[in-house]
């Protein structure tokens, strides 16, 4: 019972920190070294500007993700909940947090399944990329697609995170050919992601080139995960050491350019800093497909259903206005223009 405690307590401690302390990374996204061209004439009408899209064959209202964020703990359950309650009245895509804690304790399976709420909505299944050199298999990957009926199995990198932990998981040596096992062997679609540090050129190649299906790039610009470790360190020197982390990692915009430099039409979730409307827009001229976002999801669920709901609605009316302002009628349409470099 002494494991099963520490790690509700580290999810716990993980959303607690994301609520109440500053855990900005001092990176930008750099999506503010770019811009639309307004369209003073845009010939069109609001009314008709379509934010709807399809991704991984599942249609979308609009393209938001709401990012892996949590599980594994009490809290984290009514979180989720709320979360795929909304994601479900939106009709938008979610993705949960880390399903470790489930697949090596099920009593805590309860707290990712939310399927009962969100019947129809896009769904990621999570785990650590890192866990398959610390014995997991196929048979965990399905485990933790099947547990919550998942449309995709997010693999997540955190390479950082992992050294700045005092019960980090830190051998990542030959972890990409177990990457691409899993992609071979899973009857569900692979997405590999960051955590918040980036995807670069040579790590977009080794995981298109391993059959990852798409990849999250996850870039710097929003939470910084070696500052929440700094919250949670155990010693001084520990916390000194995450705290020099804090401008560490590579900008979301920069990362979109660089997977798609590698490769142009696979399909890519852009995240890391988004925190409105008119950031995913710029992703998706930049090149994703969709945009994800975790830290205004949660201050919303942890408020209520119906601030969450209202977040989306904001979100998704500002990438209509966006467009409409930019003189496109869909996301076809905003995905083929190009933006002005500041």
Known sequence: MKKVTHISQRKSDHIRINLR???????????????????????CNLEEVDTQTVFLNKPLAAPILISSMTGGSAEAAQINLTLAEAAEQT??????????????????????????????????????????NYRYGIDECKKAVDMIEADALILHLN???EALQPE?????????????????????????????????????????????????????GGTSWSQVEMYRAQS??????????????????????NVRAVHPTI?????????????????????????????????????SLNDTIETIHEIQREIQITMFAAGVKTIAELQNLTLKEI
């Open 159 to 161: 390479p950082l995170q």
């Open 168 to 220: 980090g998981d830190t051998r990542f040596e030959n972890l990409i050919d177990k990457i691409a096992l899993v992609c071979r062997s899973l009857p569900v679609p692979v997405v590999v992601k960051e955590v918040g540090w980036g995807i670069s050129q040579r790590v977009a190649r080794l995981l298109i080139e391993a059959g990852v299906a798409v990849i999250d790039v996850a870039g710097a």
């Open 236 to 257: 001084e020197s520990a916390a000194r050491i995450a705290s020099h982390f804090i401008d560490w990692g590579i900008p979301t915009s920069e990362c979109i350019l």
């Open 267 to 303: 399909p890519l979730i852009a995240s890391g800093g988004l925190r409105n409307g008119i950031d995913i827009a710029k992703c998706l001229a930049l090149g994703a497909n969709l945009g994800a976002m975790a830290s205004p999801f949660l201050k919303a669920a942890a408020r």
């Open 21 to 43: 302390e500053d855990v900005q990374s001092a990176l930008t996204t750099g999506l503010e070294n770019y811009r639309f061209e307004h369209q003073a004439l845009p010939e």
């Open 91 to 132: 009709q938008i895509a979610m993705g949960l947090g880390s399903q470790r804690a489930a697949i090596e304790h099920p009593e805590y399976e309860y707290t990712f399944q939310v399927r009962k709420v969100a019947p129809n909505i896009l769904l990621f299944a999570n785990l650590g990329a890192i866990q398959l």
